[in-house]
Every structure is written in structure tokens, then in C-alpha cells.
């Protein structure tokens, strides 16, 4: 893997150009190529260029580095690596001069580039996005001639779980229990119950909004969102298969399911509206006992013969919501723990040959300091990783089990937001257990 770096070039144009066409550096000048310069007209031409154009800028050209890891490529197999970037990133619209230099324990591209563009008379825009496309074609470059290639889990891991590569949205809804896979997950619960068979499970899913993919594993995308999500990313419990057994034990079961929300006990000797209209106070008086009619009935459903029984039950459901709420609190710092575990392997893997390229030569002065950064960021991760292992852990492991506890987590943010709905439905009957019922029901 090649590390890429850009800066601009603001002075000395000239200087810049004869550094990195140094004969000493390139092998006898025998590694440079130029695109529509000389080297030794090169800086004249650039600013021959902006004076036809009229550009006033204070950036002369643009210096890319490309430094490959010791021993991983040769001179010629990286001139021409740099020569394939050049085509990619520039398109053969600018003026350009490349070196490969092999005068220090790595070998490195210096790519000056005119900061005009030949065929617009425009600037090169240097911005985040255009420094990520160097990147990914010089990544992509490297994988070609197969030197060292991207960590694959690393990659499913900074698209899974790091905050950069999520929206805003997407972040702050995971941090409050409400992420995608965790709505998804509860919308499928939710049409589940109220499905008679397979067909009218994914009416329902489509009626909210969801479009269904069907292949070797059902996947649903919202019309708020992208991409589409696998079921079984979610769990065990939601490949397709096991989808149409959950419906299919849905329908088979007998359970009680209430159609509609317990209503409130109305105060009818309270209400201004009940003791000015005698019409309302009727109303009310039978809705009374409708709502106690349904309570009771509920009540008995659910096994409640006495106040004391609904008390305990209540108390038992909120002491496992707090267990809940404590086990997703847990399950977080250890996501975030190998998070940071993640990202620390990633570092040594990283900048390992860098860091072993410098303790082989400590004298080369010139080498530590071009790659102080990197490693003070290898020492820095390593002495991280050795608090907590013996031996390194590797980026797959480290996956596997992040996807192993966020599975868990959904199931248990599942879990709790179910639970919600339940409380609340229970303290409506005990509410009105107490207003209306009372010890009649007790009897």
C-alpha cells in the first residue's frame, strides 16, 4: 500500500522542480517522465500557463508524494505505478513532472503537477473529495500490482460502526436506541403479529414504505434510506425461513390480542362536561362500563386475579427493564472497547513495515523524520494493545465479535422497546383497576 500526500507549491517553482529531478535520487534521471514540459523549462511553462489564463492565485503547481512500503516495490514497478496515477487523477490535462526517488531506505514518487488545467484554463480544485480520489486510485494501483491490499474487515468495520461512516442521523439515532436495523427489526415484529400468511406480511411491509428484494436472502429498503438491509443481519430469527415459521406460529397460536387501547375511566361526579350535559353523563356512563367490561376481561387474560398480583407483575417488569437497560449499557462499552481495539490493530498493520524499516536504520535521519507521524501513531497503538493482550487479536476476530454483540444488542433494544408499550398498557389497568373496580373485584 502506498501512502499519498499533496501540498501546494506557493514559491520557488524552480527549486522544487530540480529537488525531485535530483540525479543523485533518480537513478542518473533515468526515472522521470514529463507530460507536456522539459524538466528544465518545466517552471517557465507553468507560468506561462497562468499568464495566458489570467489566474492570480497564489498556488504555482501541486506536489503529490506517493511512498511505498520498504521492499515492496521496485524502482521501475513504482515510476510506473506513478505513471498510471498521473493518467488517472490529471487525464492528461496538465502539465506534470515525476521522479521516482531510490536514494533512502523507501521508494517515493514526487509528482509536480501545473495547478492550471491545459484544456479549461481552470485551477485544480484540492479538496477533501479530490485528495480521496488520489487515494482510492492509488490504492486501487497498488491491488493491481498486487502489492499489500485493504483489510477487508477493517473496511466492513469503518462502514458498520464507525461514526464517519454513518449520517449524523444515522449516529444519533444508534446512540438513542433507534437505529436502522433497530426500526427495522421492530416493524417486521410488529406486521408479523398482525399477518396471516407470507403474502400479507409483505403487503404490510410495503404499505410502510419499504421496498423487498427477493435472492438468496430477503433484504428490505426504506424509501428514507439507500441501500438495502439483509434480514439476517438482524438475527437468527429473521432469514426468510425462519420469517414464514414465525407467521405461521403467529396464526397457529391462540393468544389474546387486544384490538384496541384500554380506555381511561372518566370521572363523571368531576367532569363539568358530564354535570351540564345530561346526554354526555349517559355517554360516559356506559363508556364506563365498556372500559371496565374490557379490563376485566384483560385482567383475567393475563392471569390478574388481585391488585397485589398486577402490583408484583408491574414491579417484575420494570426491575427487567432496568436489567435490560443495563445490559445494553454494557453491551456499548464493549463495542466500544473493540472499536478502539480495531482501530489500534489496524495502525500496527498499517505502519509495521514503516516502523521496522526504522529501527533497522535508525541513523537514517531522513527517514524518521518524513515518518515521524506514523510512527508515534505505531508505537502509540501498540503499547494500547499490549495493556490488554498477550497476543495480537486480528481485524477478523475482532469483527466477528462486534457483529456477534450489536446482533445482540438489536435483539435487546427490540426487547426494551416492546416492553414500553406493555408498561404502559399495564398501568392503564391498574388505573383503572383503582378507579372504577376497586375491591369489588377482589371478592
Given at each position: 500500500m502506498a501512502i499519498t500526500k499533496i501540498h501546494p507549491i506557493k514559491s520557488t517553482l524552480n527549486l522544487a522542480i530540480d529537488y525531485i529531478t535530483n540525479a543523485e535520487k533518480t537513478d542518473e534521471k533515468i526515472?522521470?517522465?514529463?507530460?507536456?514540459c522539459h524538466t528544465a523549462s518545466a517552471h517557465t511553462q507553468f507560468l506561462r500557463r497562468r499568464e495566458e489564463n489570467n489566474i492570480r492565485g497564489s498556488v504555482?503547481?501541486?506536489?503529490?508524494?506517493q511512498s511505498f512500503l520498504p521492499g515492496e516495490a521496485t524502482p521501475e514497478m513504482a515510476h510506473q505505478i506513478g505513471l498510471e496515477l498521473c493518467n488517472r487523477i490529471l487525464k492528461g490535462e496538465y502539465e506534470f513532472v515525476l521522479s521516482t526517488h531510490i536514494d533512502k531506505g523507501h521508494i517515493h514518487?514526487?509528482?509536480?503537477?501545473?495547478?492550471?488545467?491545459?484544456v479549461t484554463g481552470k485551477c485544480y480544485q484540492s479538496n477533501k473529495r479530490s485528495y480521496h480520489q488520489i487515494r482510492y486510485q492509488s490504492d486501487k494501483l497498488c491491488k493491481e500490482n498486487s502489492l499489500s491490499v485493504i483489510d477487508e474487515y477493517y473496511e466492513r468495520f469503518k462502514k458498520n460502526y464507525r461514526t464517519n461512516g454513518k449520517s449524523w442521523y444515522e449516529n444519533e439515532q444508534a446512540k438513542n436506541g433507534t437505529s436502522w436495523k433497530s426500526k427495522l427489526q421492530f416493524d417486521i415484529d410488529r406486521m408479523i403479529k398482525q399477518s396471516k400468511d407470507w403474502d400479507k406480511f409483505l403487503k404490510k411491509m410495503a404499505d410502510l414504505g419499504y421496498e423487498i428484494k427477493h435472492g438468496k436472502h430477503i433484504a428490505f429498503k426504506?424509501?428514507?434510506?439507500?441501500?438495502f438491509t439483509r434480514a439476517k443481519t438482524i438475527g437468527e430469527d429473521y432469514t426468510e425461513e425462519r420469517l414464514k415459521e414465525r407467521i405461521s406460529e403467529n396464526t397457529n397460536q391462540k393468544t389474546f390480542i387486544v384490538k384496541k387501547r384500554v380506555g381511561n375511566i372518566i370521572d363523571i361526579k368531576n367532569n363539568e362536561k358530564a354535570q351540564s350535559s345530561k346526554g354526555y353523563e349517559f355517554w360516559a356512563t356506559k363508556h364506563n362500563l365498556q372500559v371496565a367490561s374490557d379490563t376485566v376481561i384483560l385482567m383475567r387474560e393475563k392471569g390478574f386475579r388481585s391488585?397485589?398480583?398486577l402490583d408484583d407483575f408491574i414491579k417484575k417488569s420494570a426491575d427487567k427493564r432496568q436489567a435490560l437497560q443495563d445490559e445494553i449499557k454494557l453491551l456499548d462499552e464493549k463495542i466500544a472497547t473493540l472499536s478502539a481495539t480495531m482501530e489500534q490493530v489496524h495502525t500496527v498493520?498499517?505502519?509495521?513495515?514503516?516502523?521496522?524499516a526504522y529501527k533497522k536504520e535508525p541513523t537514517d535521519k531522513a527517514f524518521a523524520s518524513e515518518h515521524k507521524a506514523e510512527i508515534l501513531l505505531y508505537e502509540k497503538a501498540l503499547a494500547d494493545l499490549k495493556k490488554s493482550y498477550s497476543k495480537m487479536p486480528n481485524s477478523k476476530q475482532i469483527f466477528e465479535e462486534l457483529e456477534k454483540l450489536n446482533e445482540k444488542k438489536n435483539t435487546l433494544m427490540q426487547e426494551y422497546s416492546s416492553s414500553?408499550?406493555?408498561?404502559?398498557?399495564?398501568?392503564q389497568i391498574r388505573k383503572n383497576y383503582e378507579k372504577y373496580m376497586g375491591q369489588e373485584m377482589e371478592r
Open positions: 526515472l522521470i517522465s514529463t507530460n507536456k504555482l503547481a501541486r506536489h503529490l508524494i514518487n514526487h509528482i509536480i503537477f501545473n495547478n492550471v488545467n491545459m426504506h424509501k428514507d434510506k439507500e441501500r391488585l397485589a398480583q498493520t498499517k505502519y509495521r513495515q514503516i516502523y521496522q414500553k408499550s406493555e408498561m404502559t398498557e399495564l398501568y
